[in-house]
């Protein structure tokens, strides 16, 4: 393995090669200080661009880096391989993080086929500007490379562009898929060894990436399954999976069915590589997800007439980024928008957003067009006129959750009201002390009523606390995170119950009007708790409809020492 450093004075960026299988070779760009919300919000541990040569009597070289690995990536590829022996370029997706520099590979490299799905193609004549050799290929096609390297493509759209291919390595057994079981981590570890430390990124980058289209996972593993034995898989994010392989997908196929398993769905159509569509429609949907509402994803530039009926008819609500009123993109946009609104009905609700791709479609008509068609407005149109910030993630997020919420409602109800009424009481009879958890990460703040708090262990000193799946704050809980658990006095407590039960909206500031100071971890304590825990998120266990968290405590103090928590004692336990 060899490893350099781009610029010290800059964020880290160094590269690591490796032969991982016979006549295959990893160059991997690790990106070790990434940008938090650069790519998938809530990212924490930089992230890595994998790409990959496998010689065979021809030559392919299968993905490339992001742009800022520019200078180190092309000093790398070139010290392994004459690029004028690069024989083909498969791209398994279009965005920047992969193809950042597919024109300069093609500027050394201009004899060497550019191999994709029709769809990555058409989007990288936009990207290169440059005319190249291509060879589009559908699920099921081969390439010979010879020496018994024989490419197999697997079609995997919407994972998470419409334009993915995998593509399985006949002599190695690898199969390369790009973003899908990736993770953003970044370390020298080339492979999976540590599944316990590298899990709850797994799980994170799935719920943002691929929750969204968990029908498309499904659809991919499925063609998946046609393939012979998968011996590793070479993700374009984090370590290559080598020795989880059938744990970690076992993992997709089971979060994936879950997922399509809800009654409601909610359709979000955005445009990719248009302004924020891609990321702002990603948030919205991950705030979806969260809920017990499905959420499928369709790129406006790709999308078929036909899916997009059969999708929008399927839709209890939608959610649209608007495509751009003229230009390139435009032409492939409009039909599309025309196609939501032929198939649209009054039963829906729908919600608005513009992405700030300079030339957004006006907002207000298209408003006025789905009001008088009566379908209900799920959120105020969101206007986007800046780069987005981590706030304005938050509250994209927030309102995907708002609207998923709204939209389970009604069926939440039925089922709570069918539980046996003996054993909802004695459920009630479990009580708890009363707490307000309160995080800050960035720009991004909660607090959140908590009762399910219980003390887990002496050494180190823990505690666990149950949170629904879809509360806001949970996406400021995950493993590495830091907040406050204050405790409610007996006596003095209902202020701060009632100011913490409101129902704030997307994005709004739960601290307004309630005294704080910063906890050396930076969430805030309030002043009025009778005492304050400073936390840090040590694991995560899924339980059905809540998430227990695991957290260790690091400092804490007690206002005064008579004081007494508040205890919360219910009538039922179907309920908090
Ligand atoms: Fe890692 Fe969707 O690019």
Known sequence: ???????????????????????????????????????????????????????????ALVDTSHAKFRELYLKTL?????????????????????????????????QATVVGAKVAIAFLEDLVHRPFERLIVKN????????????????????????????????????????????????????????????????????????????????????????????MIATGHGPLLRYNVAELTGRYQRWSQEKTKAEDLVAVFYVSDYGYSDRLSQALARGITKTSVAVEMMDMRSADPQEVTELVNRAKGLVIGLPPASGPIANETQATLGTILAAVNGKQTVGLFESYG?????????????????????????????????????????????????????????????????????????SSGLYIITAQKGERSGAMLASWVSQASFQPLGFTVAVAKDRAIESLMQVGDTFVLNVLEEGKHLPLMKHFLKRFAPGADRFAGVRTRPATNGSPILADALAYL????????EVSDHWIVYCTVQDGKVSHPDGLTAVHHRKVGNYY
């Open 78 to 110: 070139t010290g392994e391989i004459d690029p004028k022996t690069i024989d083909y370029l498969v791209i398994s997706h279009t965005e920047p993080d992969h193809s950042g520099l597919v024109r300069d590979v093609l500027e050394l490299a201009p």
């Open 140 to 231: 099921g096609d081969t390439l010979e490379l010879g020496n018994g390297h024989t490419l197999e493509f697997v079609s995997a759209p919407n994972l998470h562009w419409p334009d993915t291919i995998f593509t399985y390595d006949h002599k190695t057994g690898i199969l390369f898929t790009c973003d899908a079981f990736g993770m953003h981590f970044c370390s020298d570890a080339t492979y999976d060894e540590d599944l316990e430390v590298l899990s709850p990124d797994f799980r994170f980058y799935y719920e943002c990436l691929m929750a969204p289209n968990a029908r498309s996972v499904l659809a991919a593993m499925k063609r998946m399954d046609a393939l012979p034995p998968v011996n």
């Open 358 to 430: 300079g030339n957004d479609e006006p907002i207000d008509p298209l408003a006025n067009k789905f009001q008088d068609l009566e379908l209900a407005a799920a959120f105020a149109p969101l206007r986007v006129k800046d780069t987005p910030s981590e706030a304005l993630y938050q509250r994209c997020e927030e309102m995907g959750t708002d609207l998923g919420q709204a939209l389970a409602q009604a069926g939440k109800m039925k089922k709570l009201k069918s539980l046996d009424a003996d054993l909802e009481k004695a459920l009630g009879r479990i």
């Open 1 to 59: 393995m060899v490893a350099a450093v781009a610029n010290p004075q800059q964020k880290r960026l160094t590269i690591a090669v490796e032969a991982i299988a016979e006549e295959v070779t990893t160059i991997r760009s690790l990106d070790w200080d990434r940008d938090r919300f650069d790519i998938e919000f809530g990212l924490q541990n930089g992230t890595t661009y994998n790409s990959f040569i496998i010689r065979g009597d021809k030559t």
């Open 534 to 541: 400073e936390c840090d998120v040590t694991s995560r266990m």
